[in-house]
């Protein structure tokens, strides 16, 4: 069966960085666009990054333009999401999913993906 598993996240201070992990059995990763999402405590979830099956293109939420970089490498069945310049309002559970044959417009709908990873916590302090 499909399993996506995400590590990397931690407490880190404002400002600083930290990179996610995610690693996905069971499918052919490269035929799927991947993406991030995160949910805040109390707060709905949320799409921050999708990324096409062979990374050639690459969406963000307006809230972590510039500060996150989201990529891949299909040889190691392997998602990343690279996050600097870290705010409190980062603070959240970051969740892993295969989003689909394309990010395309909706990419964002957290409706969208057909597989989540269990999520990894990230706390950013100030």
């Known amino acids: 069966q499909v399993q996506v598993v995400e590590s990397g996240g931690g407490l880190v201070q404002a400002g600083g960085s930290l990179r996610l992990s995610c690693t996905a059995s069971?499918?052919?990763?490269?035929?799927?666009?991947m993406g991030w999402f995160r949910q805040a405590p109390e707060n709905e979830r949320e799409g921050v990054s999708c990324i096409s099956w062979a990374g050639g293109m690459t969406y963000y939420a307006d809230s972590v333009k510039g500060r996150f970089t989201i990529s891949r490498d299909n040889a190691k069945n392997t998602l990343y999401l690279q996050m600097n310049i870290l705010k409190p309002e980062d603070t959240a559970m970051y969740y892993c999913?295969?989003?689909?044959?394309?990010?395309?417009?909706?990419?964002?709908?957290?409706?969208?993906?057909?597989?989540w990873g269990q999520g990894t916590q990230v706390t950013v302090s100030s």
């Open positions: 069971g499918l052919t990763f490269d035929d799927y666009a």
């Open positions: 999913a295969v989003v689909g044959d394309m990010c395309g417009g909706s990419w964002s709908d957290v409706e969208r993906p057909s597989y």
